[in-house]
């Protein structure tokens, strides 16, 4: 799965632990999703759409194998 995260977040002017806080998760959970290396939750994915003032499928990309 690939991911606009780090596109918006620069977009908002927000850095990876800005992010993180307004999400409530650590920065390398922001990193490793921004890399594909981390797979959200629904709920971590709402929380980051609704951060990024964006749609959940606007902002992961899923690919099919």
């Known amino acids: 799965m690939k991911t606009r995260i780090k596109e918006l ?3 908002h002017d927000l850095t990876q632990e800005e992010l993180a ?5 650590r920065r390398e959970t922001i990193l ?3 890399k594909g290396k ?3 939750s629904l ?3 709402h929380d980051i759409s609704r ?3 964006t749609t959940i499928d606007e902002l992961f990309i899923f ?3």
């Open 21 to 25: 806080k307004k999400v409530g998760v």
């Open 38 to 40: 981390y797979n959200p």
């Open 63 to 65: 690919e099919r194998d």
């Open 43 to 45: 709920k971590l994915a």
């Open 51 to 53: 951060a990024l003032h």
């Open 9 to 11: 977040r620069a977009r």
């Open 32 to 34: 490793f999703l921004e």
